[in-house]
């Protein structure tokens, strides 16, 4: 039998520990260019990447000039982007184990805050977004993506539903950050918000393909159907996932939805 762990954070470092999640954040680069853009990062900024994974949104602002700061709650991930670093002449940027629900740094620390695909995994994500305020400084900007509940990612865990259980810990509230709605009422008192909807196109050669690597060996899905035991369960599931991923393929190409917001922190002179 599967079992996963009970506390927030631990489920948090399993979820990301668990699957092949390298081998899917290169499908992620233009999304991250994007945020990275969208918060007009510029030379001598002060950044901080929340939730940073394998180190790419940071080392895409320290591309752009700024002096960086990676948090990640999974160590694993740290350890990636660390090598990831080796690649590169970016040697200087901090990487931090912590958790986004406490941000380990003072109030109005960073010129830009940002998460790709992060904060909104943690299981206290409310908590995490107002962390992400508290240590930008005033004027500052916050910036992160999320998955859309209205498109594929939303339509797989619709799917998921039918068949993976769960208990209090509801596996999909992540997707109530690619709500604008959702964002303000949580967010907008203390910044401006923006939002983009966009599309981030995944190269695979077939809906099995990227269901093979995006659910059942990479990221935030992978945990849950570990934990469906019964293979007749699972083969059903998969059928039906696939049919639904005939809706958003072409051309080698699968298309998720996701929201970019972005906020400027009130409080600047």
């Known amino acids: 039998m599967n079992t996963a762990p009970d506390t927030g954070t631990e489920r948090a470092t399993y979820t990301w520990s668990a699957g092949r999640y390298p081998s899917l954040a290169p499908n992620l680069l233009p999304a991250i260019a994007r945020l990275v853009s969208a918060c007009g990062v510029d030379p001598g900024n002060t950044v901080l990447d929340v939730g940073c994974g394998t180190g790419n949104a940071a080392l895409t ?21 660390r090598d990831t670093t080796q690649l590169t002449d970016y040697n200087d940027i901090s990487w931090v184990a912590g958790d ?16 790709s695909f992060g904060h909104v995994f943690s299981p206290a994500a409310a908590e995490a977004g107002r962390e992400m ?37 509801d596996p999909w509230a992540h997707l109530r950050w690619g709500n604008p709605e959702f964002v303000r009422d949580h967010l907008g008192d203390a910044c401006e918000l923006t939002f983009e909807r966009r599309i981030a196109r995944f190269r695979y050669v077939s809906p099995e393909h990227f269901w093979r690597n995006f659910a059942e060996e990479a990221g935030p899905l992978s945990p849950a159907l570990r934990a469906l035991d019964d293979p007749g369960a699972r083969s059903a599931l998969r059928e039906d996932a696939l049919a639904t991923l005939d809706e958003w393929f072409a051309d080698n190409t699968v298309r998720v939805e996701y929201l970019l917001a972005r906020g400027v922190v009130d409080g600047a002179a």
């Open 61 to 81: 602002a320290r591309r752009a000039g700024a002096t960086v700061t990676g948090l990640d709650v999974t160590r694993s991930m740290l350890e990636l982007a």
């Open 100 to 115: 986004a629900s406490t941000l380990p740094f003072p109030d109005d620390a960073f010129d830009v805050v940002l998460s």
């Open 133 to 169: 305020l508290r240590v930008a400084q005033p004027g500052g900007r916050v910036a992160f993506t999320a998955w859309s509940p209205d498109g594929l990612v939303g339509a797989l865990t619709d799917v998921l539903d039918d068949y993976v259980g769960h208990d209090d810990h």
